[in-house]
């Protein structure tokens, strides 16, 4: 393994799992926990630049100090490549030495026989960041019963979030798991029992001692869950039609605000308590699947197929913000892919049309939309570090953009494994995590 990781040293302590693991003053509702094994566990301390949850620590898509290469090729910058036990749409996420990553096997597995829900599993993967080794597999069994048929993506869409304590998972219908480091189960909550064809898809964001789920397609409901016990703390309704990953920003004013999409709708809650803070229209007619990037007075949202794509809301409004702080709406957008913000500029690829975009944050003006060379179909978010945005599509290559606002292409790389690529790249260091439906790629010496 030629990893510039190998060798970091990780003091772990064996601490008591703490005693709030049998709290039973949180409010009753949707959510239910179970708990697990109550004894010591791993701790894993945070390494500055840690990928942590989907698109990074800040849910932003973009590395602070990584500068992954530019370019690779199935021979070249691939500092370790690992098969996995089944295929998947979740993104890897990072935490200290390991690389945790969830797929799924038994049921409706690309190139396989469909085989019988009954066997259906999803896995958590912990995988040594330096030199691709699996150190753990928990494989979880479904909660039946679930969709007969998923499209595109599969049952292992949502991605992990990591702290110090372990790793968080949600599969849907079959709940949400905490793990600690070594693979030990600390607590189980179910949040809702419906299914979709089109699967589920948000991730868990942590938040000071909260899980943020967004279990629009089990519920319709937003929940916050007790980090240590998996108990409700509170929950929201009405979040329909939303497949996004929740964010947490800070306004200027530094009030917190927790932001999803709903069908039509941006709504925005106090992280502590539940409390509706504000709501604005967005003018899209359709589901909302990518998740939103900000600065300190705004955020930014795109969705939709047609029609409005695209908007702009100024945070730390208070009801409906629709007429004060809606500040644009725009035509181009995407339906699945996640954008970045950049020096005052938003960097997006549609889903379908191979077109990558630039645009004016504040205004939305739109500064080049550019056809990539024989592009397919992307629904990776957007990633950007050391100035340049990644795009990957879902055949396995990677056009890598400069981030200006002048198009400039750096260079396409080319991954094809006869499998398909749906989840968003990490970073660690200045190496780039990539998976497939067959493997997990480390690139970078």
Same mark, same amino acid.
């Given at each position: 393994m030629q990893s510039r990781f190998e060798g970091t040293a990780f003091a772990c302590t064996a601490l008591l799992w703490l005693s709030a693991c049998n709290n039973s003053d949180s409010p009753s509702g949707v959510a239910n926990a179970q708990g697990g094994n109550a004894g010591t566990f791993t701790s894993i301390p945070a390494t500055p630049g840690d990928w942590s949850r989907f698109r990074g620590p800040d849910g932003s898509g973009a590395s602070a100090a990584g500068d992954p290469p530019i370019t690779w090729s199935e021979t070249d910058n691939i500092a370790w490549k690992t098969p996995l036990p089944g295929p998947g749409a979740s993104s890897p996420i990072v935490w200290g030495d390991r690389v945790y990553l969830t797929c799924y096997t038994g049921y409706y597995v690309p190139g396989e026989e469909r085989g019988s829900l009954d066997? $259906?599993?999803?896995?958590?993967?912990?995988?040594?960041?330096?030199?691709?080794?699996? $150190?753990?597999?928990?494989?979880?069994?479904?909660?039946?019963?679930?969709?007969?048929?998923?499209?595109?993506?599969?049952?292992?869409?949502?991605?992990?979030?990591?702290?110090?304590?372990?790793?968080?998972?949600?599969?849907?219908?079959?709940?949400?798991?905490?793990?600690d480091h070594d693979g030990n189960e600390q607590w189980h909550a179910e949040v809702g029992d419906a299914v979709n064809g089109w699967g589920t898809a948000a991730s868990p964001v942590l938040w000071e001692n909260l899980v943020f789920i967004n279990a629009s397609v089990e519920s319709e409901t937003l929940f916050a869950l007790n980090r240590e016990t998996g108990d409700e703390v509170w929950q929201a309704g009405g979040i329909n039609e939303a497949w996004n990953t929740p964010l947490v920003l800070t306004t200027s004013s530094g009030r917190e605000e927790l932001v999803v999409a709903t069908h039509g709708t941006i709504r925005a809650f106090a992280p502590d308590s539940g409390d509706e803070l504000w709501t604005c229209a967005t003018d899209i007619t359709w589901y909302m699947v990518p998740s939103p990037v900000v600065d300190a007075d705004h955020v930014y949202y795109l969705g939709g197929r047609s029609g409005v794509m695209a908007l702009g809301i100024r945070t730390g409004g208070s009801s409906d913000v629709t007429e004060t702080h809606r500040i644009w709406t725009s035509n181009e957008?995407?339906?699945?892919?996640?954008?970045?913000?950049?020096?005052?500029? $938003?960097?997006?690829?549609?889903?379908?049309?191979?077109?990558?975009?630039?645009?004016?944050?504040?205004t939305g003006e739109v500064l080049y939309e550019e056809r990539l060379e024989r592009a397919d179909q992307v629904y990776a978010s957007a990633l950007l570090a050391n100035g340049r945005v990644y795009y990957l599509a879902r055949d396995g290559r990677t056009f890598v953009i400069a981030a200006n606002p002048e198009f400039e292409q750096l260079a396409i790389n080319d991954l094809r494994d006869a499998s398909i690529f749906n989840g968003s790249p990490a970073v660690a260091g200045d190496q780039l995590l990539i998976r497939s439906d067959k493997f997990l790629y480390c690139i970078g010496e």
């Amino acid at each position: 393994m030629q990893s510039r990781f190998e060798g970091t040293a990780f003091a772990c302590t064996a601490l008591l799992w703490l005693s709030a693991c049998n709290n039973s003053d949180s409010p009753s509702g949707v959510a239910n926990a179970q708990g697990g094994n109550a004894g010591t566990f791993t701790s894993i301390p945070a390494t500055p630049g840690d990928w942590s949850r989907f698109r990074g620590p800040d849910g932003s898509g973009a590395s602070a100090a990584g500068d992954p290469p530019i370019t690779w090729s199935e021979t070249d910058n691939i500092a370790w490549k690992t098969p996995l036990p089944g295929p998947g749409a979740s993104s890897p996420i990072v935490w200290g030495d390991r690389v945790y990553l969830t797929c799924y096997t038994g049921y409706y597995v690309p190139g396989e026989e469909r085989g019988s829900l009954d066997e $259906l599993e999803r896995h958590l993967l912990a995988i040594s960041l330096s030199n691709g080794d699996i $150190l753990w597999d928990q494989s979880i069994a479904a909660r039946l019963p679930e969709e007969p048929q998923i499209r595109d993506h599969g049952y292992a869409a949502n991605s992990a979030v990591a702290d110090e304590a372990g790793v968080i998972v949600y599969f849907g219908k079959s709940g949400v798991y905490a793990f600690d480091h070594d693979g030990n189960e600390q607590w189980h909550a179910e949040v809702g029992d419906a299914v979709n064809g089109w699967g589920t898809a948000a991730s868990p964001v942590l938040w000071e001692n909260l899980v943020f789920i967004n279990a629009s397609v089990e519920s319709e409901t937003l929940f916050a869950l007790n980090r240590e016990t998996g108990d409700e703390v509170w929950q929201a309704g009405g979040i329909n039609e939303a497949w996004n990953t929740p964010l947490v920003l800070t306004t200027s004013s530094g009030r917190e605000e927790l932001v999803v999409a709903t069908h039509g709708t941006i709504r925005a809650f106090a992280p502590d308590s539940g409390d509706e803070l504000w709501t604005c229209a967005t003018d899209i007619t359709w589901y909302m699947v990518p998740s939103p990037v900000v600065d300190a007075d705004h955020v930014y949202y795109l969705g939709g197929r047609s029609g409005v794509m695209a908007l702009g809301i100024r945070t730390g409004g208070s009801s409906d913000v629709t007429e004060t702080h809606r500040i644009w709406t725009s035509n181009e957008g995407s339906n699945v892919s996640s954008p970045v913000l950049h020096e005052g500029h $938003l960097y997006w690829m549609n889903d379908s049309q191979g077109l990558a975009y630039c645009a004016v944050a504040e205004t939305g003006e739109v500064l080049y939309e550019e056809r990539l060379e024989r592009a397919d179909q992307v629904y990776a978010s957007a990633l950007l570090a050391n100035g340049r945005v990644y795009y990957l599509a879902r055949d396995g290559r990677t056009f890598v953009i400069a981030a200006n606002p002048e198009f400039e292409q750096l260079a396409i790389n080319d991954l094809r494994d006869a499998s398909i690529f749906n989840g968003s790249p990490a970073v660690a260091g200045d190496q780039l995590l990539i998976r497939s439906d067959k493997f997990l790629y480390c690139i970078g010496e």
